[in-house]
């Protein structure tokens, strides 16, 4: 019903910086909530951040908090990620998700993985030390 393409993975050092975005098509998810997760090799996969259905409030891991930030464009159904002082531990793949139903609650709320019904195939992003 509704597709999710990430893009801007890449290569980069640490400290570098990093900007992942996410088209959504098939439908609106203006009333949706969106977040990013991330897998390493070997690890389960974790939440990174949230954005509520109106770009209102963020919600963020501890770990990346203060160095990611999360942001949508309801006109064109999309949602951004912007990686600051990127360290080797956030190597992974990352991956763009949608609720599988419309969200109204702040964004603190979206974080479990059992919440997001719809995935984007996700984007390699490799920090070198």
């Known amino acids: 019903q509704v597709q999710l393409v990430e893009s801007g993975g890449g290569l980069v050092q640490a400290g570098d910086s990093l900007r992942l975005s996410c088209a959504a098509s098939?439908?609106?998810?203006?009333?949706?909530?969106m977040g990013w997760f991330r897998q390493a090799p070997g690890k389960e996969r974790e939440f990174v951040a949230s954005?509520?259905?109106?770009?209102?409030?963020?919600y963020y891991a501890d770990s990346v908090k203060g160095r990611f930030t999360i942001s949508r464009d309801s006109a064109k159904g999309e949602v951004y990620l912007q990686m600051n002082s990127l360290k080797s531990e956030d190597t992974a793949v990352y991956y763009c998700?949608?609720?599988?139903?419309?969200?109204?609650?702040?964004?603190?709320?979206?974080?479990?993985?059992?919440?997001?019904?719809?995935w984007g195939q996700g984007t390699q992003v490799t920090v070198s030390s």
């Open positions: 954005i509520n259905w109106s770009g209102t409030s963020t």
């Open positions: 998700a949608c609720t599988s139903r419309p969200a109204y609650y702040s964004a603190n709320y979206y974080f479990r993985s059992n919440d997001f019904g719809s």
């Open positions: 098939g439908r609106s998810v203006s009333n949706f909530a």
